[in-house]
């Protein structure tokens, strides 16, 4: 895997190259200088990408022996869409390395990685699909930003968790995730050097300002990004689980910045301070314990690994430690952790209340400090910037049910809080030009 860099160390795969255009100067397509795949993240060229063939008779990829050939193709229509050997017009195309598909608006738009770690039953997939749902409403409304499936077949696991929580035929139906597992929908298996390879797949979304209304002041139309992210299942953050075979958490070293999902029911220090006002079952019920900080040690290990840094070098990306289910253990602190953290602004349109973030950051390091301290210790051993974030992906308790197996919840009860605000944060950092992040007068 190779990462462009310029002598002061700043990444270039994916800026846009105005060089490579493809049309008339007037409405040219702009192609980036450089593609991360989203499989494998390998880097290549935008004119070294594959073709899908489309005729029945071109079968048997050496990388994907049941799918369709992948070739660089010699011949195109006026168009601009590759013909295969049998002259049929092809319409998708494909890494040269892991020859899995990329969709082509790849190669127009940059890609920001935004990697999530947890432990097994931690609330990933919750979490993923109340933020990717709530942005999808929020963007729009209140910053004027256009926010839609980059792939819709990529997508599709994450719309159905979507679907599941937030547009159900029956809002009374008790209802609850399914647990991700370490193979199935959320992966692929490809053949690299004569042995299958595991490869997560991503979940990507087109970010572009001039969604609902007129863009707003200091964003430009096609100023946008590609974000990318991936369900990981728990067990692959474990120790000795990144192999050449299941290489599945390499897009840590990809990320622009890192969400580490911090479950204090998984804590037994959280939950007996919790049992003096909570009758949640993830709290007086007896559930497992995870040494959380450890997973979060063994991801910065191997970031440090990927991205060729020292076992003392710092970070230099943000953490973002978010500490779930604050609806539970709310009491604990007296910030408002409901109300999202965004203001009006004189324009008509809204901005990322960066000081309120901050004070409660400040505030729940401290609450970390007291009660699990030795997260505060590995995160900030690690990184340089490091923000701590409350969020609730359901922002009510779930109910145990004896019939149901597990823990459920009413579609209707659930009202995230605060689950954009990692993203919103993140992207006002690395794309400040799209996400206003204004600084009010600190509030009383």
Known sequence: MTIMQDAAGHDHANEVDPALAIGDPAGAIRLVRWVICPHCWNSFRPEDILW???????????????????FLPTRFNLDGQALDARGM????????????????????????????IGSVGSGKSHFLAAMTWQLRQQLAREFGISFSDGDKEANWVLNRYEETLFLPADPEHLTVLEKTRTQGDLYR????????????????????????????????????????????????????????????????AQARALFFLFDPTQDPRFREKCKQFSADPQIVDAMQTIRQETILAEAAQRIRKHRGLSAY????????????????????????????????????????DVPRIDRTSRHLRKLLLEVAPEIVTVAEDFSRTVIYIPVSALGHSPERRADQGGLVIRPRDIHPHWVTAPVLYALSRSHPGLIPAAKLVEHK
């Open 189 to 252: 298996s490809v053949r690299f050097g004569g042995q299958q390879t595991n490869l997560p797949k991503p979940f990507l979304f087109l970010l572009h300002p001039g969604g609902a209304g007129q863009t707003a002041p200091g964003q430009r139309r096609g100023s946008g990004t590609i974000l990318c992210m991936y369900d990981n299942a728990g067990e692959h953050y474990g120790v000795g689980q990144d192999t050449a075979l299941t290489p599945v958490t390499r897009h840590l």
């Open 52 to 70: 899908i063939a489309e005729h029945e008779e071109l079968m048997g990829d050496p990388v994907l022996p049941e799918e369709s050939l992948r």
């Open 313 to 352: 070098q710092p970070y230099d990306r943000p953490l973002l430690i978010l500490v779930a289910k604050s609806d539970i253990w709310a009491p604990l602190m007296n910030d408002d952790m409901v109300s999202e953290p965004i203001f009006k602004v004189p324009a008509g349109r809204s901005a990322l």
């Open 89 to 116: 017009v092809c319409n998708s195309t494909a890494c040269p390395r892991c020859h899995l598909p990329i969709p082509r608006v790849l190669l127009e738009n940059e890609v920001t990685f935004l990697s999530l």
